[in-house]
């Protein structure tokens, strides 16, 4: 019994030793296995994070991109609602004036001294309101010409913004993607020089050609801005035209009293006071004029019908020295604002400079009055997308980042020898990797009536346009964001060609 029990025991050893040598078999080719694996994920991982580090890169040159646009849109805005207040301040300068001046002393008052009966009916109203106005003109006198002045300072600082903030962009581009470049992984940077290097001309072309400085000022024709400005939804009622009739009660700038002294008995004499006036951009955009000015209509019996010029004023910003087109005789193109204005508010002619209110003219011959702001009156230089941009893209921006190969493989110790030993096979013994972005403009419609292209938008209704129509690329609307584009095989030709030495490609092919 106890030998066979040792028998049994011995048996049982033996078996046990047998899975030993497989087991080590095994275990050498896992290792080897996740050796290979481990070395091969690090390169592969080394090629995506270089890859995602130059879309990084990319977008954000696309960010800085969008942001300039956008920071021009904003800006165009600011001075649209600033030339608007100008032409607000040109208009009160002009209208306070003409005010005064018809509760002045005029030709009218000694119409009324020789025929009325009892003149004291006239001059008496108008000098109680000659003297409620004195204060406000005062005022205004002393404070228009500051605020105009101001306006025109404040626009001119925000067209030079326009331009430095633009030319920044392009300077900033270079060290704002190598800065994200590593930090996104700390080996990687751009490839130096790059940026603008004849490889990238083409692209660097193309993205300062597609907006330009605009100079409205001084010229003739069709302009954006000025389109914007002079737009009847713009501009509001006490601009662009202030006719009224200036006889209110009691009794102020009218009149309804007898002749008798010169007309006999039974006769009367009436007048009533109408006013014209209104303000407009001029042709060459050089700056805002206003005319305001009231005519008396005087009915005598005996006489008939007679009108007199009660009062006028005008005002202007910019450069007054050469307001007419071909002085000393006013044609008709100064009386033709821009936007389709003319006459200065004057709906009784049809046509610019025809049959207008002889106190008008006789404004516009002493001169528009003087000039509120002559530095920085006129639209100044805006930035505006060049030509007519139907495509919602902007240029694309490629960009090239570059790690060097021996930083691919932390694990140095683990790179083996021979043809266990890990290769990069990066050419010129560096990996590189391309990406393009580009800002893109878009406003989709995003009221109920419509579908969104991309999705719902939080608060659309407060920016989709009521019209539903499509609005195509400007520097008007702070609509520019960024995206990722693709990179053309022309470019990749190029970064392949550029990196590979010129003998290798030959031997190649």
Known sequence: MKRSARKGRAGVAGASGQALVPALLFLLIGCIGLYVAFNSFQMTSAKIKLQNTADA?????????????????????????????????VALKSWIDELDATYSLSEVDNTVNVIADHPAQWSTPKQIGK?????????????????????????????????????????????????????????????????????????????????????????????DFADVVTNAATLDGFVKNRDSVRSVAP??????????????????????????????????KSGWQSIDASTAHLRISCLGPIESEAGYGGSANGNITNYMT??????????????????????????????????????????????????NGGLLPYQEVNGVQLAAQAPRITIEVTRNSDTLVKTIGLQGGGRMQVVTNAAGGAMRALSSANAYFVRPDETS?????????????????????????????????????????????????????????????
């Open 251 to 284: 009794n102020f700038q009218q009149l309804n009293d007898s002749a008798n002294k010169i007309c006999g008995s039974g006769s009367s004499f009436t007048i009533n006071v109408t006013h014209d006036g209104g303000t407009q951009l001029r042709n060459d």
């Open 131 to 223: 003297a409620d106005i004195a204060p406000v003109r005062a005022t205004l006198d002393a404070l228009l010409p500051t605020v105009a002045r101001n306006i025109g300072s404040l626009n001119r600082a925000l067209s030079d913004a326009q331009a430095n903030y633009h030319a920044a962009v392009f300077t900033a581009v270079p060290d704002a993607t190598d800065a994200i470049a590593q930090l996104n992984q700390p080996d990687t940077h751009v490839t130096a020089g790059y940026f603008a290097s004849p490889r990238n001309a083409a692209q660097l072309a193309a993205w300062n050609s597609y907006t330009a400085t605009v100079i409205p000022a001084g010229t003739l024709g069709q302009d």
């Open 449 to 509: 009536l419509s579908n969104s292209i991309i999705g719902g938008l939080m608060h659309a209704d407060q920016w989709a346009r009521a019209d539903h129509h499509t609005e195509y690329p400007s520097l008007f609307s702070p609509y520019w964001q960024a995206t990722l584009a693709p990179v053309s095989a022309a470019e990749r030709e190029a970064a392949q060609a550029n990196q590979i030495p010129a003998e290798v490609q030959v031997q190649k092919r």
């Open 326 to 375: 071909h002085p000393p005789f006013a044609a008709w193109q100064d009386w033709q604002g821009y936007g389709g204005y003319f006459n200065f508010g004057y709906t009784g002619s049809s046509r610019p400079g025809w049959q207008v209110p002889d106190a008008m003219a006789e404004q516009f011959r002493e001169g528009p009055g003087p000039s509120l702001d002559p530095s």
């Open 57 to 89: 890169a990319a977008y954000s040159a696309a960010v800085l991109q969008a942001r300039d646009y956008n920071f021009s849109a904003y800006t165009n805005r600011a001075m649209i609602a600033n030339q608007v207040t100008a032409a607000q301040v």
